[in-house]
């Protein structure tokens, strides 16, 4: 228990540090936008930055049963098709940045603990 006060005490020492001056404020007219309001904003998006397209695959080998060729329609053996693996290569991908901001928020968090 006393070690739960303990910690409590640290994340409200950090909170006094690391508080905004200004209170939040919703940015943009509206914080809950409409389906039109997101498909501009992609829109904008889309003429100001490059897409990136991920790289096809055509081999599997995520598991123990070897390289599985998805070319022609081909199935893994797994039952897994191309268009799966491309969404599970993406998705992994994504989790690898997930993963480098989480452990870039675990160490800014330490250099605060230590202040």
């Given at each position: ?50 897409p990136w397209y991920a790289p096809f695959c055509d ?56 202040k």
């Amino acid at each position: 228990m006393a070690e739960l006060k303990e910690i409590n005490k640290k994340l409200e020492e950090i909170y006094h540090k690391i508080k905004a001056e200004i209170q939040w404020e919703p940015i943009g007219h509206t914080p809950m936008p409409e389906i039109a309001d997101l498909r501009n904003w992609d829109m904008k998006l889309l003429q100001t930055y490059k897409p990136w397209y991920a790289p096809f695959c055509d081999l599997c080998c995520f598991c123990t049963y070897g390289k599985c060729d998805l070319t022609e329609d081909r199935r893994g053996a797994c039952g897994i098709d191309i268009a799966t693996q491309q969404a599970r290569f993406v998705l992994l991908a994504c989790l690898m940045g997930c993963s480098a901001h989480a452990s870039h928020a675990g160490h800014i968090l330490e250099v605060l603990i230590e202040k």
